[in-house]
């Protein structure tokens, strides 16, 4: 009796809460590098979203943040890296400095 | 600009190596303006091999690396677009000049070792990039009138300008 009334419906109405709250899946953003440019240069994405670069120049590239990290970008590769903090990033290419992009983490 | 200064400026170029670019841009042609992008990365490899025997700060060398590495794709991919567009680089008074006052330079960093070697190695790395770079800018791109070869000296552009920062940067961190 208590298994039917009671505790059959508050698991089923746990489950469905649980649902409810359940945190958005992880995105992968890509972003082009071509002919000395990031494309898009500005991109937004959540916490836990990864940022893949695909290096279409002959040129070795990276995605670099001054005293952060640091993503090499072999010519013809790629290369990835996740946001775990909120926050705005302004990134560079360590090898061509006048390459930049910006990425705005935002919280879940 | 007073004379006087103007004088320092140039000896000073002159000095490291850079002859200020004489071109009478609406003589420059396409199979010349190949040549003369063709020839500025082939001095600058030239001038990164120096630095891989002349120095041991890992700054330097990086750099260099970097210059042999781009400056090989780069002309590559100018002999690729050359050879697609039926362009057979030409010489000229402009690539000879360079040439010139470049070999000039590497016969002086010959002689350098280590500190000596990486300030004049680095401040002629930053003078050259920008000394092709107002080239590109004001004459070369303007210049040229093949589209493509256009849109590859632009681009070209842009990396010979990430390259000037770069080195300006691996400058001022020199001790």
Known sequence: MLRTRVLMPLAAAFALGLAGVAPALAETVTVTVENMEFTPAEITVKVGDTVEWVNKDALDHTATVKDG????????????????????????CRFHP??????????N | MTFRSMLSVAVATAMLGVAPMAMAA????????????????????DN????????????????????????????EQAAALAQKLGVTPEDNPTSQA????????????????D?????????????????????????LIPA???????SF??????LFQGHQQHAEMVQSELN
């Open chain 2, 98 to 113: 360079l040439t010139e006052a470049q070999t000039a330079e590497q016969a002086k960093l010959a002689g350098l070792k």
């Open chain 2, 48 to 75: 990164a091999k120096l630095a891989l025997t002349n120095t041991s700060t890992q700054a330097v060398i990086d750099f260099a690396n970097q210059m042999m590495k781009d400056h090989a794709a780069v002309n």
């Open chain 1, 69 to 92: 990290w640091d993503v090499m970008l072999p010519a013809g590769g790629s290369g990835s890296v996740t946001l775990d903090t909120a926050g705005e990033l302004a990134y560079f």
């Open chain 2, 153 to 158: 000296l632009e681009t070209g552009l842009k």
């Open chain 2, 115 to 139: 500190a000596a070697f990486d300030k004049e190695y680095m401040a002629n790395e930053v003078e050259f990039h920008k000394m092709v770079n107002a080239a590109l800018e004001t004459t």
């Open chain 2, 26 to 45: 609406d003589q420059l042609t396409d199979p010349q303006i190949a040549h003369i992008a063709v020839t500025a990365g082939a001095l600058d490899i």
């Open chain 1, 98 to 107: 006048n390459m930049t992009g910006t990425i705005t983490v935002t919280a």
């Open chain 2, 144 to 150: 040229a009138q093949n589209p493509e070869l256009k």
